[in-house]
């Protein structure tokens, strides 16, 4: 894969993850931390992957 593939695979994966933190904060507070957690890990990873 090239290099761009995997930077904009993990912020589409951030975008995904960021949906469920929208969708599961009302009901489930614990779960959507966690999304949030895994959105910002995504996230960074996919903008160091673009800077490196």
């Known amino acids: ?6 930077g904009i695979l993990l912020l589409a994966v951030a975008g ?9 904060y009302k009901t489930a507070k614990g779960l959507a931390i966690v999304l949030l957690v895994a959105a910002l ?3 960074g990873g996919g903008i160091v992957w673009f800077v490196s």
Do not use: N, P
């Open 41 to 43: 890990i995504a996230l």
């Open 16 to 24: 995904f993850l960021a949906g469920g933190v929208y969708s599961t």
């Open 1 to 6: 894969m090239s290099k761009e593939i995997v």
